[in-house]
């Protein structure tokens, strides 16, 4: 995304929809595996304002995110998208699309573009390195908040009705935002990594600090992503004393792999992703954010 006035989707069918997902070590190795050649499922943008726009930075930059919202009505709920580790790309357009055709403002942020643009990068070890080593969590948490920000501002989103999702890479910021935002009423993680980064503050580190309950959405044969790892999680959940983290749910697909909602990916499961979908759906009208 260069901050010209051409279309995201225009923009994507140019260099095509080469991008996959991936979590932190072994899954990402996971995620190198070949890709098919663009996004299954197509939301079209019809009865929504959809595109690119830009968001400044609490360091005074601007920052490129994809946002749409029905094209009418105002006090929308509001969903921060969170991308996957190859940044946003045509996929995650599409969820902020099935977002707002179901009556949410949805937005999500290219976390990345201080390093470069991520969806022109199609090798993992070099996302690793260049991209996801040089965005640290602080600096995400910032940006989200200059996001919601942002959304307020346009006049259309209801952040007392604020939630966030993510996949993967985007999966694992999904907890650690919810414990930074006091504002997050409710949030879904898709096959976010539950460790694994060193020193840095993961998932279960921060279920006493979690504001809004948290489902998460994970795959029983996802390799980079232990059961044990899940087991672990739900124990800290339960352990925690937060009322908002005992609220929390893992729900665990079984014999699915990871990535299980990217439908441009061979990892792709239908059944998995659209079930995951409903449930997404349900947790944040249950949960205020609506």
């Not at 098919?36 to 930059?61: E, F, H, M, R, Y």
């Not at 090798?123 to 640290?136: C, G, S, W, Y």
């Not at 079984?254 to 079930?275: C, L, Q, V, W």
Request: glycine residues 10%.
């Amino acid at each position: 995304m260069d901050g010209d006035h051409i279309s995201f989707d225009d923009k994507v069918s140019r260099r095509g929809a080469l991008i996959g997902t991936g979590a932190f070590g072994a899954a990402f190795a996971l995620a190198a595996r070949p890709i098919q050649a663009q996004t299954t499922i197509v939301t079209p943008p019809d009865g929504l304002t959809a595109g690119v726009v830009s968001v400044k930075t609490k360091d005074g930059k601007e920052m490129n995110a994809y946002r749409a919202m029905p094209a009418s009505g105002t006090g929308f709920g509001t969903i921060l998208v969170t991308q996957e580790i190859f940044g946003v790309h045509a996929h995650i357009a599409d969820i902020c699309r099935r977002f707002a055709k179901v009556g949410y403002y949805a937005i999500a942020p290219d976390l990345y573009f201080r390093e470069g643009d991520a969806t022109k990068v199609d090798d993992v070890q070099t996302l690793i390195k260049d991209f996801v080593a040089k965005t640290p969590d602080d600096q995400v948490m910032g940006d989200f908040d200059s996001t919601a920000a942002f959304a307020k501002a346009e006049g259309k989103a209801d952040l007392s009705k604020l939630g966030i999702t993510g996949f993967c890479w985007g999966g694992r910021i999904v907890w650690l935002y919810d414990a930074h935002n006091p504002a997050i009423k409710a949030a879904v993680a898709w096959y976010g990594p539950l460790g694994s980064r060193g020193p840095a503050k993961n998932p279960p580190d921060v279920v006493k600090e979690l504001h809004g309950p948290v489902l998460g959405l994970y795959g029983g044969a996802d390799s980079g992503i232990p059961q044990d790892a899940v087991e672990k999680m739900r124990e800290a959940l339960k352990a925690s004393g937060n009322p908002a983290a005992a609220k929390s749910e893992i729900h665990v697909y079984p014999d699915t792999p990871h990535a299980f909602n990217a439908d441009y990916r061979p990892s792709y499961r239908k059944e998995a992703a659209e079930d995951g979908w409903k449930r997404c759906l349900a947790w944040f009208k249950a949960n205020g954010v609506t």
